[in-house]
């Protein structure tokens, strides 16, 4: 005889808590790039195909080359576990950032964008507050004064 629960019809059970596989408040990392990122990729590969095994996507946004393939598959990524997201401007790729990094359903999400302001910069401050997925920025802008730094969550502090 099967027995249901009556927690079987609670809302919490079909949304996955962003807990359950990694821990939150995940700082973004910003890289700068040069021939569009395939060496930031390659030495990330080992990673992703660590967190490509956990069962959640590694999503890439605007990846500037087609080698993103061959290179996360000679590290031992599954490539079934990879999302592509091509969007129209960067203003697109932050927010798809910014959703991939807090649904839950990611372990990686890799933004190809251009030189970020102080505006975005914040923006991702905020957002790295409740990501559950690693956040790596490959910039492609001219200005050096940004990167490479981390985007750490800032802690409250009550007065």
Request: with cysteine.
């Amino acid at each position: 005889m099967i027995v249901r629960s009556p927690a079987i019809s609670h809302p919490g059970v079909w949304t996955q808590p962003s807990t359950q596989y990694s821990e939150q408040n995940q700082s973004i990392k910003t890289l700068q790039i040069t021939n569009g990122g395939e060496q930031e990729l390659t030495n990330l590969g080992s990673e992703l195909a660590t967190l490509s095994h956990q069962g959640r996507w590694i999503v890439l946004i605007n990846p500037n080359h087609n080698n993103y393939k061959s290179i996360l598959a000679q590290s031992g990524v599954k490539m079934e576990r990879i999302l592509l997201v091509h969007t129209k401007d960067d203003v697109e790729a932050l927010w798809a950032l910014e959703k991939a990094l807090t649904n839950g359903t990611s372990s990686a999400v890799i933004c190809w964008t251009s030189t970020l302001d102080c505006r975005d910069i914040r923006r991702l401050e905020l957002v790295s507050k409740s990501a559950c997925a690693k956040g790596i920025i490959l910039q492609s802008g001219s200005d050096l004064t940004l990167a490479p730094h981390a985007i750490p969550p800032k802690k409250r502090s009550f007065h």
